[in-house]
T-cell receptor
Framework: ETGVTQTPRHLVMGMTNKKSLKCEQH?????MYWYKQSAKKPLELMFV???????ENNSVPSRFSPECPNSSHLFLHLHTLQPEDSALYLC?????????????FGPGTRLTVT | QKEVEQDPGPLSVPEGAIVSLNCTYSNSAFQYFMWYRQYSRKGPELLMY????GNKEDGRFTAQVDKSSKYISLFIRDSQPSDSATYLCAMVRGSNYKLTFGKGTLLTVNP
């Protein structure tokens, strides 16, 4: 595997379900991110982990719960979601420090909440 | 005023045309600028990364930054149908990790 991978690629869940999204980066980076992408809106930053410590929680509802067990893996745990949470969820990674700012994205998980 | 403005298009051009994609921004603290390409049902892919005013060229792509006007551009020469995608601009302050994105411009290159 290379780059940033995400599973599953597609997910349909009811409002009472609990599910998890998984992200893995193979780039040796020290920071990982969760973004939400909805139609006709800019990417919305949800969470940032730097060296496995959460450094950003961008006013995201508690029904989204991130977990970063190590520098290569990131999870987004979902429970009691709403239909407006349907979107493309993107994971990204970057190497913070030494003038690096570019982020590398995974293919995303297309989430539909019914 | 939004921090980053990008015309969502859609933009449709014939194959071989020169394409110009643009973003304007309001925060003069932005120092680093990126262009991403996103194909349908895929994640964004980094195309260009610049940190100074002027031009940066990579094959058929040229990124241009004008910090005095707070304006960035991406030019695509000899456009191909495979260039059909949404193009996102992104920018960041020097000491920050938080990218600010435009909404993206949907480009279609017709054979």
């Amino acid at each position: 595997e290379t780059g940033v991978t995400q599973t599953p690629r597609h997910l349909v869940m009811g409002m009472t379900n609990k599910k998890s999204l998984k992200c893995e980066q193979h780039l040796g980076h020290n920071a990982m991110y969760w973004y939400k992408q909805s139609a006709k809106k800019p990417l919305e930053l949800m969470f940032v982990y730097s060296l496995e410590e959460r450094v950003e929680n961008n006013s995201v509802p508690s029904r989204f719960s991130p977990e970063c067990p190590n520098s290569s893996h990131l999870f987004l745990h979902l429970h009691t979601l709403q239909p407006e949470d349907s979107a493309l969820y993107l994971c990204a990674s970057s190497q913070l420090g030494q003038g690096h700012h570019e982020q590398y994205f995974g293919p995303g998980t297309r989430l539909t909440v019914t | 005023q939004k921090e980053v403005e990008q015309d969502p298009g859609p933009l449709s051009v014939p194959e071989g045309a020169i394409v110009s994609l643009n973003c304007t921004y309001s925060n003069s603290a932005f120092q680093y600028f990126m262009w991403y390409r996103q194909y349908s049902r895929k994640g964004p892919e980094l195309l260009m990364y610049t940190y100074s005013s002027g031009n940066k060229e990579d094959g058929r792509f040229t990124a241009q930054v004008d910090k005095s006007s707070k304006y960035i551009s991406l030019f695509i020469r000899d456009s191909q149908p495979s260039d059909s995608a949404t193009y996102l601009c992104a920018m960041v302050r020097g000491s920050n990790y938080k990218l600010t994105f435009g909404k993206g411009t949907l480009l279609t290159v017709n054979p």
